[in-house]
């Protein structure tokens, strides 16, 4: 016991030296329950999620961060699509961004979504397949002055992933018409809003004669890979 002790405290030395805020989850490794309570019983007043960069730690961040997230459904919070992740971000101690690294990647426009894409973009961080909960979605041409657009694209609204189904279908939380709410988005369908009645694909522009175009799928501009 004591011997697996000094190693924790070695680890936990070798993590407050180097100063870094998160770990990047190592999903092929796995740590069985009871190493975990032995780790909690005998590092108690350390958080367990500062050191631990298991899958395990991996899985408790992203089921934290969906259950925060679909908290604040239905609530004005944030103002905008921007403004809810920024709210989220600085709940937990800028998982996502520090709010000067996003200065220089403003362009003309003054979009934050845009600024938080750009940066995502330069870092190597935006994908268009296999997102996991807590990573960021983005759209473009989502606003009324820009719905209509065919080859200018302009990232315009930003969201959560919040759950993965089986069916594929990808559930987010964003903040549009005021109030934060559930959207989903399924590429295998990308022009269905239902299927068999349960809806696939969220209207992402506020329309109303709305259009397989309007459809979250059809305007998805990539996952922003998050280090949890």
């Known amino acids: 016991m004591k011997f697996k002790k000094s190693i924790l405290i070695t ?16 999903l092929d490794q796995k740590r069985t329950p009871d190493t ?11 958080k367990f999620a500062e050191f631990d960069h298991t899958g395990v730690y991996y899985a408790a961040k992203a089921s934290y961060i969906s259950k925060m997230i679909n908290e604040y459904i239905g609530k004005k919070s944030g103002k905008d699509c921007s403004g ?12 996502y961004f520090k709010e000067v690294n996003l200065e220089k990647f403003y362009t003309k426009y003054g979009l934050k979504s845009e600024a938080i894409f750009n940066l995502y973009k330069d870092q190597g961080l935006i994908f268009n397949e296999n997102p996991k909960v ?3 979605i983005f759209f473009n041409n989502t606003t009324s002055k820009t719905k209509n657009y065919k080859k200018t694209k302009i990232i315009t609204h930003i969201g959560i992933v919040s759950d993965i189904y089986s069916d594929g279908t990808i559930e987010f939380i964003h903040h549009t018409g005021k109030k934060s709410k559930k959207g989903v988005i399924n590429f295998s369908q990308k022009n269905r809003h239902k299927v068999a009645g349960k809806k696939i694909n969220s209207y992402i ?5 709305c259009n397989s175009s309007y459809l979250s799928s059809n305007k998805f501009a990539g996952f922003g890979r998050v280090k949890i």
């Not at 809810?84 to 998982?95: C, E």
């Not at 522009?205 to 004669?209: A, E, I, N, S, T």
């Open 11 to 26: 680890m936990l030395s070798c993590f407050f030296l180097s100063g870094c805020s998160y770990l990047t989850p190592n």
């Open 36 to 46: 975990i309570e032995e780790i909690k019983d005998e590092q108690s007043h350390i």
């Open 84 to 95: 809810f992740v920024s709210l989220i971000n600085k709940k937990n101690n800028n998982i």
């Open 134 to 136: 807590g990573d960021l």
């Open 205 to 209: 522009v506020d329309c109303k004669k």
